[in-house]
């Protein structure tokens, strides 16, 4: 079965505070299938390209300088609905709106320390996907779909 997948990243807040196995957590529980992973230190240039349309925001210099402050992790996932789905998971952008039980409303306070990234539409999960993955992905068939999908 072929399905949508979406661009999350583990922000370099989110890697220092050792949340990088609850964000996967929460994402495995959901049923989505993880299928690319990886630790690297974004260079400025992979995250202007990234942040292209943010370069006019008053916020871009800080948010530059935060992206490129650690490592982060750059994560594929698959499944039905994951691109929106993912952002439900992840919480509002600003984590004071985000609700508990998102990630960013149960982990963080400020927009500027907000932990991950995801997609915001199937077209740009696949860009950022080419960007962060330029050398593609290990093919992998999920045995399990039956058990997720009806
Ligand atoms: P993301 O790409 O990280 O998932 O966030 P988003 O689509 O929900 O929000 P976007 O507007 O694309 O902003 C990207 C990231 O920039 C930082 N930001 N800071 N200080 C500010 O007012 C401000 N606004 C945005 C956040 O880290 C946000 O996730």
């Known amino acids: 079965m072929s399905h949508e997948r ?3 990243m583990v922000k ?3 890697v220092e505070r050792g949340l990088v196995g609850e964000i996967i957590k929460r994402f495995e ?4 299938q993880l299928v690319g992973l990886q630790l690297l230190s974004p260079t400025r240039k992979i995250l202007e390209k990234h942040y292209e349309d943010l370069s006019s925001k008053p916020f871009f210099p800080g948010l530059m300088k935060y992206m ?3 490592p982060v992790v750059a994560m594929v996932w698959s ?5 929106k789905s993912g952002r439900v998971l992840l919480g509002e952008t600003n984590p004071l709106a ?13 927009v500027g320390r907000n932990l991950c990234h995801g997609s915001d539409s199937v077209e740009n999960a696949e860009k950022e996907i080419a960007l962060w993955f330029p050398h593609g992905l ?10 997720i999908y009806e």
């Open 6 to 8: 979406t661009y999350i």
């Open 12 to 14: 370099p807040d989110g």
């Open 29 to 32: 529980n959901k049923g989505f």
């Open 68 to 70: 490129i402050s650690g």
């Open 79 to 83: 499944g039905k609905g994951v691109v």
């Open 98 to 110: 985000s609700l508990p039980g998102t990630i960013r409303g149960d982990f963080c306070i400020d």
């Open 138 to 147: 290990v093919p992998h068939e999920r045995v399990i779909e039956k058990l």
